[in-house]
Nanobody, 118 residues
Framework: QVQLVESGGGLVQAGESLRLSCVVS????????MGWFRQAPGKEREFVAT????????RYTDSVKGRFTISKDNAKNTLYLQMNSLKPDDTAVYYC???????????WGQGTQVTVSS
């Protein structure tokens, strides 16, 4: 019954910004490790960023370091990905991911499309 719903994707020009959101329902949000992944056409899904359940351990893939920021708001049960200085190579479907710390169950959102034009 855990559900993840992403939003905030869209079409932007290179250098512009977007903020993605992922609202989690059906569980205790603070008990999940959270992350963002993305998949471009013809490519495998790749890790983008993660934040652990405490919110103190954050990791990014090298290609987005210094441009993207992952964060969460426990009061709103929401995960965010602030994406600045977007590049055409960032074009992909972005997926929210959750891992329950008590039993390691995993969940995926439906994805949101991000398209960056040059």
């Amino acid at each position: 019954q855990v559900q993840l719903v992403e939003s905030g994707g869209g079409l932007v020009q290179a250098g512009e910004s977007l903020r993605l959101s992922c609202v989690v329902s059906g569980g205790t949000f603070s008990s999940y490790n959270m992350g963002w992944f993305r998949q471009a056409p013809g490519k495998e899904r790749e890790f983008v960023a993660t934040i652990n359940w405490i919110g103190m351990e954050i990791r990014y893939t090298d290609s987005v370091k210094g441009r993207f920021t992952i964060s969460k708001d426990n009061a709103k049960n929401t995960l965010y990905l602030q994406m600045n200085s977007l590049k055409p190579d960032d074009t992909a479907v972005y997926y929210c991911h959750a891992e329950k710390i008590t039993d390691a169950s995993t969940y995926w959102g439906q994805g949101t499309q991000v398209t960056v034009s040059s």
